[in-house]
């Protein structure tokens, strides 16, 4: 009789410190699953990392026969990591974990027992932000929010890429090859059953966030315009309602000129309505550029990452890179 596989994705750029610590959480929690009838596997990605991670990730796969590891050829960021490895999952469901321990492994089971239930997408959503300061709380709350709003693919709210995949999302997901690939978004299109297993979020095991406010900005972006084409609709709006005002305005200068006359004045209306015009028209420019550059980067049909090294563990089939 073969058992159900779950192989536990983990993307690290720049972990050395906490690899260890997540392997030795990790490891346990695969060896009550192995007690529980599901063969556990582990595959990090290495995505291009400077410090000693990959030889950390070597000395672990060393130690344990369900580790496999993928390095990629430089650092294309954590969404491409985390398709590099899924890609490579040819058997059975995976789960999505950080490197950092902030997602903890021991939540794992859970996720298991409702992927047999017969759920699709089992996805964390966070109670708790632990050691991550105001700021990025109250913004990543509210990004959840526009989001929402703006989008039509349902992402939901305060879930990050803490997830289990059954086979057939799996295979889904892999079809999705867009360059830009903001996941959270890509999850939710594949649709399937889904639910969702609320969860304190912890903080870093060691090492600081790779993500800062710069980055965090450039990823919210990243999202809204991959799912969404609101920003164009509201550029057209934009352009009607000052259409409309202007068209007003000129009936009124027309009409004051001819019965009280024009003793050429108006120099500060003037520049007022030449500076918010050129600003509007600008920013509807800037917009109509953010899809232009993702249309031209998706025209390039480039692969989505590069592989380095693949060693895959015994029983894992070399994939299909
Ligand atoms: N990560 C990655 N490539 C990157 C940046 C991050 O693989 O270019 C990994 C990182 O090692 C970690 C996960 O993505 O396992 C989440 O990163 P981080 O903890 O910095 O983000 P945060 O939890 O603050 O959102
Ligand atoms: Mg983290």
Not at 123 to 139: D, I, M, N
Not at 263 to 274: C, D, E, L, R, Y
Request: charged share 25%; aromatic share 10%.
């Amino acid at each position: 009789m073969t058992m159900d596989r779950l192989t536990v994705v983990v993307a690290a750029y720049n972990e050395a410190e906490a690899l260890p610590v997540l392997q030795g959480r990790l490891a346990a929690v695969l060896d009550a699953l192995a007690a529980d009838g599901l063969d556990g596997r582990a595959l990090y990605v290495d995505d291009g990392s400077r410090d000693s991670t990959w030889e950390v990730l070597r000395a672990i796969a060393a130690g344990d026969g369900r580790v496999s590891l993928l390095r990629l050829s430089r650092n294309f960021g954590k969404e491409a990591a985390l398709t590099a490895g899924l890609d490579l999952v040819d058997e059975g469901a995976a789960l999505i974990l950080d490197a950092d321990g902030q997602d903890p492994p021991e939540l794992i089971p859970a996720f298991v027992a409702r992927w047999r239930e017969g759920y699709d997408d089992v996805y964390g959503t966070r109670l708790q932000r632990e050691g991550e300061g105001w700021l990025k709380r109250a913004s990543a709350h509210a990004f959840y929010r526009v989001m929402q709003r703006l989008s039509k693919t349902p992402i939901p709210v305060d879930t990050g890429d803490f997830r289990l995949l059954s086979p057939r999302a799996l295979a889904a997901l892999r079809q999705l090859r867009e360059r830009h690939r903001f996941m959270k978004g890509l999850f939710g299109w594949v649709g399937y059953r889904r639910v969702s297993i609320p969860y304190r979020r912890e903080p870093r095991l060691a090492g600081d966030s790779k993500f800062n406010f710069w980055r965090l900005w450039n990823f919210a972006l990243e999202g809204i315009t991959s799912f969404s084409t609101a920003p164009l609709r509201l550029a057209t709006y934009v352009g009607l309602g000052s259409a409309v005002l202007a068209f007003a305005y000129a009936v009124w200068v027309v009409v004051k000129a001819i019965f009280l006359g024009d003793p050429v004045a108006g120099w500060p209306t003037m520049m007022v309505v030449i500076l918010f015009l050129g600003g509007v028209q600008l920013i509807a420019l800037g917009m109509i550029g953010e899809y232009l550059g993702r249309l031209y980067e998706e025209s390039k049909q480039r692969p989505l990452y590069l592989v380095d090294s693949w060693l895959p563990a015994a029983g894992v089939c070399s994939g299909r890179t």
